[in-house]
């Protein structure tokens, strides 16, 4: 009933910049919390950024001062800023809505497919 589409992947040098972009569509009613996590090779995945649906942004540790979350709620959007990009920012970034539909009403968890970020030295 939902699907999350993500774009903006790709190979960056240290340094550099990219931004991300994930937008759901399907049956929804309200979107609660929206954010990106990433998963690096032989890591275990980890929240890099949220936003609430009162705009309320936490970052990780790793993160934060060069990575800005943003939502547009118009859209059913939420972008990932990254600058000063690092080597170790190299992972799949996928992105999660906390999503209310018009059939279920109640809150649920979808993700999208991941889009790959790597970061040469």
């Known amino acids: 009933q939902v699907q999350l589409v993500e774009s903006g992947g790709g190979l960056v040098q240290a340094g550099g910049s990219l931004r991300l972009s994930c937008a759901a569509s399907?049956?929804?009613?309200?979107?609660?919390?929206m954010g990106w996590h990433r998963q690096a090779p032989g890591k275990q995945r980890e929240l890099a950024a949220i936003i609430t649906s009162s705009g309320d942004m936490n970052y990780a540790d790793s993160v934060k001062g060069r990575f800005t979350i943003s939502r547009d709620d118009a859209k059913h959007t939420v972008d990932l800023h990254m600058n000063s990009l690092k080597p170790e920012d190299t992972a799949v970034y996928s992105c999660?809505?906390?999503?209310?539909?018009?059939?279920?009403?109640?809150?649920?968890?979808?993700w999208g497919q991941g889009t790959q970020v790597t970061v040469s030295s």
């Open positions: 999660y809505a906390v999503v209310r539909t018009y059939s279920t009403r109640g809150p649920n968890n979808y």
């Open positions: 399907g049956n929804i009613l309200s979107i609660d919390s």
